[in-house]
């Protein structure tokens, strides 16, 4: 299928300090794409 990727990607991130625990929003972009709507990543320090 065209523009389809497959595939395993591993991707670092860094979360500042000053970031409250909890249910963190995030969007990445990838040549014009992006993650699905509504992708969050959890913060317990």
Do not use: H
Not at 8 to 19: A, E, G, K
Not at 23 to 29: C, D, G
């Amino acid at each position: 299928m065209p523009g389809s990727i497959s595939g395993l990607y591993q991707i670092n991130i860094r979360i500042p300090v000053s970031t409250a625990d909890g249910e963190i929003p995030v969007v990445l972009r990838i040549g014009g794409q992006a993650t699905q709507p509504n992708a969050t990543l959890t913060v317990k320090r």
